[in-house]
């Protein structure tokens, strides 16, 4: 049985295509534009995949189910997390190191700033990542 493909990887797969469809619509429609439309199409990505997640959970969803999925955004050490709160219905905790946004950054992404799921699911969650 193979091994799933680790998310970081999945991601850079993901960015290396956006990249050339961002390039393609920023000539045709503007910076602007092509920004909402990477955005748009990342917000419904991240649904669909929170959604198979979802799915996949013993007993349904809840804050401990995201809890127990988090090595799978950690896992090679793509985001180093820093746990700051815990209780039964906060989970609070600080991005030290962000592989994701250093990949993005690289492949000279890091402008378009909507690949976090989290921010593209929902645009009032506040991340910060450090520089």
Request: proline fraction near 5%; charge should be negative.
């Amino acid at each position: 049985m193979s091994q799933p493909l680790p998310i970081i990887e999945r991601r850079r797969i993901e960015a290396e295509l956006l990249k050339e469809v961002y390039e393609t619509l920023t000539e045709r429609y503007g910076k602007d534009n092509a920004k909402q439309l990477i955005a748009e199409s990342v917000r419904r990505s991240s649904i669909k995949q929170a959604a198979q997640f979802a799915a996949q959970a013993e007993g349904g969803t809840s804050l401990q189910s995201f809890i127990d999925i988090q090595s799978n955004w950690t896992a090679e050490n793509a985001l180093e997390i820093d746990p700051v709160y815990r209780d039964e219905s906060r989970f609070d905790f600080n991005v030290t190191r962000c592989r994701y946004a250093e990949m993005y950054k690289a492949m000279g992404m890091g402008e378009i700033g909507v690949f976090c799921p989290a921010i593209a699911m929902d645009p009032s969650v506040k991340v910060m990542i450090p520089n």
